[in-house]
């Protein structure tokens, strides 16, 4: 491999750009030898695009649990990296140019060209940012078109179900350990839409909670008689109808009385597009509120006792 061609990001770049600390990455060169980076003049490591697709892959089978040897073992065998946008550098870049495909491939009913792109940003980024900068913000733009006329029920159904059957497949794939904080989440009733409350219990399997998802349009009555039996340590609700707001409202308060009653120290979460736009709503849930961003995920786990 010659450097002038093929080597130009140093280490620092790399670590920045996958996540992976540069210890890590001499002892994946090392170790397994999966890695092979150039040497400029000076003697420091220089990577490819190549090596930098490669890192990435084998970073995301990790973050999926897998250990890096049997990550190195699964590389090995598949023939070739799947090509990859030269501007993966750049993160936004590359997850516009997946956004376009993939809306393209449902537009078109595509089903395998959408799974491949998904396939793809999959390998490069995490399961949250994938979930919240490349899904959520496809939907949106459906929903919009069909609000516009742009889109037919078909195909905004054809989107939905594809979506919902990967994210709930991610979920699946995630560790379940019984000993872990619970959390119930739910779409509160007459509430059917449930891909955000699909991307966020993935969030929260990610960072070590127990999550059991209890779906769409879950009654109220059934909820309370979860919530008292189980007593779990977060309950969240997904509310997309400002509609259904007032009944949300009544519903969190329910459940502060139930935790008091009860003695046991649980945490209410309350999101969705429905009090995404309703400050006064916002107000009074205080801190029981959650706007659809991971930065405020992280924030909100942040204050649990």
């Not at 150039?38 to 250990?67: C, F, H, M, P």
């Not at 399961?127 to 905004?156: F, K, S």
């Not at 409350?197 to 998802?213: A, D």
């Not at 509120?289 to 204050?303: F, Q």
Request: glycine residues 8%; charged residues 25%; aromatic residues 8%.
């Amino acid at each position: 491999m010659s450097t002038k061609d093929h080597g130009f990001y140093n280490i620092k770049a790399v670590e920045k750009m996958t996540g992976v600390a540069a210890g890590t990455l001499r002892v994946w060169e090392h170790r397994y030898q999966v890695i092979q980076p150039d040497r400029n003049k000076a003697g420091y490591r220089v990577y490819s695009q190549e090596d930098v697709q490669t890192i990435q892959w084998l970073a995301q089978q990790v973050k999926n649990g897998v250990t890096i040897g049997q990550a190195v073992k699964m590389l090995h065998q598949k023939d070739v990296l799947r090509p990859i946008s030269p501007l993966v550098d750049t993160g936004k870049d590359a997850l516009g140019e997946l956004h376009r495909r993939i809306v393209l491939a449902l537009d078109d009913y595509d089903e395998q060209k959408a799974s491949a792109a998904m396939e793809e940003a999959l390998s490069l980024f995490s399961m949250e940012r994938v979930a919240v900068e490349l899904i959520l913000p496809i939907l949106q733009e459906l929903g919009e078109r069909w609000a516009r006329r742009e889109l037919t029920v078909a195909h905004e159904h054809f989107a939905s179900n594809f979506f919902r059957a990967r994210l709930a497949a991610m979920l699946c794939a995630l560790p379940a350990n019984r000993d872990l904080p619970l959390v119930l989440a739910a779409c509160v009733s007459g509430e059917h839409h449930d891909l955000g409350l699909l991307i966020f219990s993935i969030f929260l399997r990610r960072r070590g909670f127990r999550v059991i998802y209890l779906g769409q349009d879950l009654p109220t009555e059934d909820l309370y008689e979860v919530v008292g039996e189980l007593r779990p340590r977060i309950v969240a609700l997904s509310v997309g109808s400002r509609l259904l707001v007032p009944e949300v409202l009544l519903i969190h308060e329910q459940l502060m009385e139930m935790t008091k009653r009860g003695g046991f120290p649980m945490r209410v979460c309350i999101g969705g597009r429905g009090v995404d736009y309703d400050v006064e709503a916002q107000e009074h849930l205080k801190g029981s509120y959650i706007a659809g961003t991971i930065e405020s995920w992280d924030n909100w786990l942040r204050t649990l006792d």
